[in-house]
């Protein structure tokens, strides 16, 4: 059997997913401007796409296995569509162009407000989905 990420269909699902959430990316950088020297539209789509991946991958994961029509949400929404949105790279490249600049406070605190509330915000999207679910 071809492995998943080799199947024509399913690469399509993830780049029609990729390009909705990179859309949304670039105009959620269109809407929000730095704050001071913070990158906060790069903090919003990571935080907002760690929240919803987390409450995705967890509401399909208790619906039962990762096949079907549940496999191709988790490819198109979660791979695609989030996976465009968010962004670890520009997350990457912020970081060192703040060092760079000498602005190491800065830098500190947006690596620590991306990964740790970013973390946050995946947990709590997986409490909200088995809160959601539990409570059906």
């Given amino acids: 059997m071809t492995p998943l990420h080799l199947r024509p269909r399913a690469m399509l699902v993830v780049a029609a997913g990729g390009a ?3 859309s949304g990316r670039y105009a959620t950088a269109l809407l929000l401007p730095p ?4 990158p906060s539209a790069t903090i919003a789509v990571n935080l ?3 929240f919803l991946l987390g409450l995705l991958l967890e509401s399909l994961a208790r619906r039962g296995p990762d096949v079907g029509g549940r496999r191709t949400l988790r490819l198109l929404l979660g791979t695609g569509v989030l996976g465009g949105f968010t962004t670890y790279s520009t997350f990457s490249l912020d970081s060192l162009a703040l060092l760079e600049a000498g ?3 800065e830098s500190a605190l947006y690596a620590a407000i991306t990964l740790v509330l970013g973390t946050a915000a995946a947990a709590l999207g997986v409490v909200i989905a088995g809160r959601r679910r539990a409570a059906r």
């Fill in 20 to 22: 909705v959430g990179t």
């Fill in 35 to 38: 704050l001071g020297v913070l």
């Fill in 48 to 50: 907002v796409g760690a």
């Fill in 103 to 105: 602005r190491y406070a």
